[in-house]
């Protein structure tokens, strides 16, 4: 679904830091899902973990939620998301995404 957005428009790239919100789905469908300020829900993204090197496409869930312990972060992942790039609670990042 990713490779299909950036088909129709070149992808805009972010450098960050992602933060993490525990979800229940994705440790076993490989399915993950992320909050974005930037990209539209129902988007996919690219995100990938400065420090592993690792990739994982996530699906925009809605925008940042609004609370203290999400400022200055630039996309959170969901926990299963998180484990598969080897992130802890806050890593640096790379967000590719189509607006």
């Known amino acids: 679904m990713y490779n ?5 428009k ?3 790239i972010e450098i960050g830091i992602a933060g993490v919100f525990k ?9 993950y899902y992320c909050f974005s300020n930037e990209a539209s829900p129902g988007s996919v993204i690219k995100v990938t973990d400065n420090s592993s090197n690792k990739t994982i496409y996530a699906k925009v869930l809605d925008v940042i939620p609004d609370i203290k312990q999400n ?3 630039t996309i959170i992942v969901s926990n ?3 484990s598969e790039l080897g992130g802890t609670e806050q ?3 790379n967000v590719s995404y189509v607006k």
């Open 4 to 8: 299909e957005q950036v088909d129709k």
């Open 10 to 12: 070149t992808p805009a």
């Open 23 to 31: 979800s229940t789905s994705g440790w076993q469908d490989g399915k």
């Open 71 to 73: 400022y200055g972060l």
């Open 80 to 82: 299963a998301a998180a």
């Open 91 to 93: 890593f640096a990042c």
